[in-house]
């Protein structure tokens, strides 16, 4: 199993040099402006395609041993990955010549739809998250998942402002349910994927030396936004359920409280919710005065925590309201203790 998992690091660093190298002979760059990017120098926007092709590199090749027969979720995320393209491509041609949000959103809600068609997956049970019974959805399912996996997308898109945040997410969604996934004797290939997801952060962070550096881009954040969102639909519903519904919010629980709350602060201010600015919690962060690796470091513990509790909740039954209403609360408290303050020194120029 060692020998899979170096082989799996070899291959992915292989994959993410070559990509970057034509990313960049073909100048599939991101240029700073000093405004919202105010990264040097002109930087490959391939780690989406990199993570895109490692994956179906060690899938098909590599580790071909866990067919869809028998493997929980399996063949649904593997037919999400082949749909996932769509989001893919869709990144890459905003990444090259911005799109309009409509345009974009269209595709993404087409990407969602064909997924239920294909896989006939969606959200039909929400748990019982106000401590009343469970939600059962029926048809109204259907455009609730469409709009929550679209959401998802934009969320992780809005959170990728600085280097390392999304593939610190990814990398401990992964391993988090990896560990569900091994904690109910069942297979899976995702923990590969936190491994591709760990490359990544090598190439993102500049540990590979600043000439390697890559950027996710528009396509790859929202792609992986994608996945992880089919991801925990699949895993938290009917026959290939690992987990509560309520506990994927848990699992990506700094991506949606940002997009969430600025949303509301947008729409409190009569501001389109899509316009690009610096209220993200990571901008706010860095202008208040801390370091970039402080503002990692607070990322990395905060989602290992928010997925340590998933797990926890998981294995120890705790109530699906408690977990709603957990998640309500830190929500509350952040917007109120952290958000807002924030937002209102940022006006005031402090």
């Known amino acids: 199993m060692i020998k899979s998992y170096l082989l799996v690091c070899f291959v992915s660093l292989v994959l993410f040099f070559c990509i970057s190298m034509l990313f960049r002979r073909l100048e599939i760059v991101d240029k700073p402006d000093g405004i919202r990017k105010i990264h040097k120098g002109e930087i490959p926007l391939s780690g989406g395609f990199s993570f895109f092709a490692s994956f179906l590199f060690i ?13 929980i979720g399996t063949q649904e995320v593997r037919q999400v990955f082949l749909i996932s393209p769509i989001i893919l491509l869709l990144g890459l041609w905003d990444d090259i010549k911005p799109l309009p949000t409509s345009v974009r959103l269209i595709f993404q809600i087409f990407a969602s739809w064909l997924v239920i068609i294909i896989t006939d997956i969606h959200l039909l049970n929400l748990g019982d998250l106000l401590g009343f019974g469970s939600f059962y959805l029926g048809a109204a399912g259907i455009p609730l998942t469409i709009f929550m996996v679209v959401g998802v997308c934009n969320a992780f898109n809005m959170i990728d402002g600085m280097d390392g945040l999304v593939g610190i997410i990814f990398l401990i969604l992964c391993t988090a349910i990896s560990t569900i996934t091994y904690l109910n004797s069942a297979q899976g290939v995702l923990f590969f994927t936190a491994i591709i997801a760990l490359v990544f952060l090598f190439f993102n962070l500049g540990l590979l030396g600043k000439k390697q550096k890559i950027f996710l881009g528009d396509s790859g954040s929202t792609w992986i936004g994608f996945l992880a969102a089919w991801t925990l639909i699949i895993l938290s519903q009917e026959e290939t359920k690992l987990f509560q519904p309520v506990t994927a919010l848990w699992f990506i629980m700094l991506p949606l409280i940002d997009a969430l709350s600025t949303f509301l602060s947008r729409l409190w201010n009569r501001k389109s919710m899509f316009i690009a600015d610096r209220t993200h919690i990571h901008h706010m962060l860095l202008d208040f005065g801390l370091k970039k690796e402080t503002v990692l470091l607070i990322f990395l513990m905060i989602s290992v925590i928010s997925s340590g509790f998933g797990i926890y909740a998981n294995i ?35």
């Open 316 to 350: 120890n039954l705790i109530p699906e309201s408690k977990q709603f209403y957990g998640f309500l609360t830190i929500w509350f408290f952040y917007y109120l203790l952290v958000k807002y303050p924030l937002i209102s020194n940022h006006k005031k120029g402090l």
């Open 59 to 71: 899938t098909a090749f590599i580790y071909p041993e866990f067919s869809p027969e028998g493997v």
